[in-house]
């Protein structure tokens, strides 16, 4: 699905697609977020059928929080929005991957880049992404 061609009206009027995808018993499906330019993968996160519809309106990353149990604009708090580019689906129907651009070069709470900074090492899970920013700068409580 290419953003940059499709109108708001367009969007808005045509959900279809959400019948091709193959929903958790809970009514999710998994997100994988991805850097289009670089192809990292930067998160991982679930959608419902109202944020994957607002995703495709707002043209940015809405999950649905399954900890506060309600809608989730990625950036809404950080400012580290996710301007989507593109979405796709797997073969099985069952996970998204949505291509985009990473705005703050932040996607993690944690500060760094992406959520997957751990590696495993001899067995034990090692930090081996740097921390870009403190996330006590990032979110204000």
């Keep these: 699905m290419n953003f940059n061609d499709m109108s708001k009206n367009t969007l808005t009027q045509n959900t279809d697609f959400l019948q091709a995808i193959r929903w958790t018993d809970d009514g999710l499906v998994p997100a994988i977020a991805q850097d289009h330019e670089t192809g990292e993968i930067l998160m991982m996160a679930w959608m419902n059928s109202e944020s994957l519809t607002l995703t ?4 940015r990353a809405i ?10 604009r990625k950036g809404e708090e950080s400012g580290h ?3 989507i580019r593109e979405i796709r689906l797997d073969c099985d129907n069952d996970v998204l991957l949505l291509r985009v651009e990473q705005i703050g070069g932040i996607a993690c709470h944690t ?3 992406s959520c997957f900074y751990q590696r495993l090492d001899q067995q ?3 930090a081996v992404d740097p921390i870009i920013k403190n996330p006590d700068d990032i979110y204000s409580k």
């Design 56 to 59: 495709v309106q707002e043209q």
């Design 63 to 72: 999950y649905w929080s399954r900890s506060r149990q309600k809608l989730w």
């Design 81 to 83: 929005v996710q301007q």
């Design 111 to 113: 500060g760094r880049r």
């Design 124 to 126: 034990q899970w090692q």
